[in-house]
T-cell receptor, first 111, second 115 residues
Framework: QKEVEQDPGPLSVPEGAIVSLNCTYSNSAFQYFMWYRQYSRKGPELLMYTYSSGNKEDGRFTAQVDKSSKYISLFIRDSQPSDSATYLCAMTQTGANNLFFGTGTRLTVIP | GAGVSQSPSNKVTEKGKDVELRCDPISGHTALYWYRQRLGQGLEFLIYFQGNSAPDKSGLPSDRFSAERTGESVSTLTIQRTQQEDSAVYLC?????????????FGPGTRLLVL
């Protein structure tokens, strides 16, 4: 079993839709949760960072962490064509030297 | 300021050849990471450098893989006797400090194809 599971998609939505992206994980020690956005032929860039459980909002983006269910989500409101990219969840624990990534979900927002 | 840069952008090689990939981290970043991204898979941790400490090599998949970093500057990832399964995008990232809550800044990657 992979430590982090993420539906690879692809996911296509019309412009303006609300997008929900999700990951599950198996390691209960994970405390730091991130979402990265990766455009084609580019490196990932950090989009959202959350520590432990709870919600975090930044503009059109909301990250949710439910540690009891080992489930994290990223919501994108009023999606735009420029949001078309691959979204990677990542997480780690205190003392680890690296991040554990999901496979990424490829999102296309259709104008 | 300049971000993380990697070279070459693309590399095509024949099975059995050695390749060397280069990463220039952001100036002043003490931590440097190498990841591998295979098609349809998530980023896979390879190796981590922090200042002058001994690197964490726990992610290297075989002894054909090695990496070096001089101080807090350039790092090179070397793959010896390349195999077709080594074909992937190799990503380098750097961060200001070792704490993983510090943002990791990624380079654009080197796309390696082993024929």
């Amino acid at each position: 079993q992979k430590e982090v599971e993420q539906d690879p998609g692809p996911l296509s939505v019309p412009e303006g839709a609300i997008v929900s992206l999700n990951c599950t994980y198996s390691n209960s020690a994970f405390q730091y949760f991130m979402w990265y956005r990766q455009y084609s032929r580019k490196g990932p860039e950090l989009l959202m960072y959350t520590y432990s459980s709870g919600n975090k909002e930044d503009g059109r983006f909301t990250a949710q962490v439910d540690k009891s269910s080992k489930y994290i989500s990223l919501f994108i409101r009023d999606s735009q064509p420029s949001d078309s990219a691959t979204y990677l969840c990542a997480m780690t624990q205190t003392g680890a030297n690296n991040l554990f990534f999901g496979t990424g979900t490829r999102l296309t927002v259709i104008p | 300021g300049a971000g993380v840069s990697q070279s070459p952008s693309n590399k095509v090689t024949e099975k059995g050849k050695d390749v060397e990939l280069r990463c220039d981290p952001i100036s002043g970043h003490t931590a440097l990471y190498w990841y591998r991204q295979r098609l349809g898979q998530g980023l896979e941790f390879l190796i981590y450098f922090q200042g002058n400490s001994a690197p964490d090599k726990s992610g290297l998949p075989s002894d054909r893989f090695s990496a070096e970093r001089t101080g807090e500057s350039v790092s090179t990832l070397t793959i010896q006797r390349t195999q077709q399964e080594d074909s992937a995008v190799y990503l380098c990232a750097s961060s200001l400090e070792v704490a993983l809550q510090e943002t990791q800044y990624f380079g654009p990657g080197t796309r390696l194809l082993v024929l």
